[in-house]
């Protein structure tokens, strides 16, 4: 359970991080995102983050109804693809909306 508690955080460490480097002054380049950089630029790195978050999540479910120790080494591999896939697919559907969320608060409140 403390995985799930992990990638909940994840989020809240990237908040955190922006916020210390803005408070120190440091904030024309976070994540390689910066006030000179272009909307689109800005957008594709939360949807970036987004995608992140979703492939964690459903990591994280598969394994509540998965036994790990009868998949072979190939099926963990591609397991991982197709679940970084679909975190693609769900994170560019804008289902979730977190990268629009995310977007709309950096531009916000550091006016990016």
Known sequence: M????DVSSLYDS???RISS????????KIGG??????DEEL???????ESYFVQKMIEEAKKTVENEDEEGEYTKMFADMRNEQLADTVTESGQIGL??????NLKQQ???
Request: proline fraction near 0%; charged fraction near 20%.
């Open 2 to 5: 403390s995985s799930v508690l």
């Open 14 to 16: 990237y908040a955190s």
């Open 21 to 28: 480097a803005s408070a120190a002054g440091t904030s024309d």
């Open 33 to 38: 995102i910066g006030k000179d950089s272009s």
């Open 43 to 49: 957008m594709e790195a939360c949807k970036s983050f």
């Open 99 to 104: 990268a629009q969320q995310l977007y709309d």
């Open 110 to 112: 550091y006016k990016l």
